[in-house]
């Protein structure tokens, strides 16, 4: 298997204390800060691209303004993403032996719901750049 498999569909183990789980998702905690972190400066291009374009929307909010929202949108998503472990071992508590091997699934499934919000605001922006324009031409048909 490749790295980036073994990295996203690790064989499970069967039973795990609460440090191993901790410890488990910690180990991938940078990665995920990566990617998200990632996919959050292709999200800013991309906005910047589309606030460009003559007649849209307005422009991006002031740089001071833009760096407080992402902070506080990392904090955020690491705070979600707490909640990776605190599910898989509650699992692990209440069902004992027979808890689903969740760790992995979890994972995979938060990093992709983090990766669809990080990328939300290039729909937004699109959509509102595409209304304005269409209204922007309207308002000429309509003279």
Do not use: K
Not at 16 to 33: D, I, M, P, Q
Not at 42 to 66: C, E, L, R, Y
Not at 96 to 108: S, V
Request: proline residues 8%; charged residues 10%; glycine residues 10%.
């Amino acid at each position: 298997m490749t790295a980036l498999a073994n990295f996203l569909f690790p064989v499970p183990v069967r039973h795990r204390s609460a440090a191993a789980v901790w410890r488990w998702w910690e180990e991938r905690r940078l990665t995920y800060n990566l990617i998200v972190g990632a996919i959050g400066v292709v999200t800013v291009t991309v906005v910047s691209v589309i606030v460009a374009i003559p007649g849209g929307i307005p422009g991006p909010p002031p740089i001071a303004q833009f760096l407080a929202v992402a902070a506080v949108y990392g904090v955020l998503a690491n705070l979600c993403y707490c909640l990776g472990p605190l599910t898989e071992s509650a699992l692990n508590w209440l069902w004992e032996d027979d808890a689903p091997r969740a760790g992995p699934a979890l994972y995979r499934q938060g990093l992709g719901f983090s990766v669809g919000l990080t990328l939300l605001p290039i729909l937004i922006f699109t959509a509102g750049n595409v209304l304005e324009l269409l209204a922007g031409l309207a308002r000429l048909l309509l003279r």
